[in-house]
Nanobody, 124 residues
Framework: QVQLVESGGGLVQAGGSLRLSCAAS????????MGWFRQAPGKEREFVAS????????SYVDSVKGRFTISRHNALSTVYLQMNNLKPEDTAAYYC?????????????????WGQGTQVTVSS
């Protein structure tokens, strides 16, 4: 069992930056691949980024490439999402998720545990 708690969301103007954090507790964090997803009102949950257990492999949805960076600190049991040059279309609730495998991609069915989410609102 893994518990995930996101933080770092908020209101920011377009062009600004935020860093989301997801703190894990429970089983050994380093045994899980991690991902970030987002969901805007009236839309389906969307993959944003993922990172392998070791941090050596990452993947991003095309719309955030070059703007967002996923990273992890296994000793702190935390995964991060650095978001730069934010756009109004990035407005959503952001969720972190853990998959009990070396690496996981964009399919949310592959993830075993989910956080409660943190809201990101980007004003124009």
């Amino acid at each position: 069992q893994v518990q995930l708690v996101e933080s770092g969301g908020g209101l920011v103007q377009a062009g600004g930056s935020l860093r989301l954090s997801c703190a894990a507790s429970g089983r050994t964090f380093s045994t899980y691949a991690m991902g970030w997803f987002r969901q805007a009102p009236g839309k389906e949950r969307e993959f944003v980024a993922s990172i392998s257990r070791s941090g050596g492999m990452t993947s991003y949805v095309d719309s955030v490439k070059g703007r967002f960076t996923i990273s992890r600190h296994n000793a702190l049991s935390t995964v991060y999402l650095q978001m730069n040059n934010l756009k109004p279309e990035d407005t959503a609730a952001y969720y972190c998720a853990a998959a009990n495998q070396y690496y996981s991609g964009s399919n949310f069915h592959d993830y075993d545990y989910w956080g409660q989410g943190t809201q990101v609102t980007v004003s124009s």
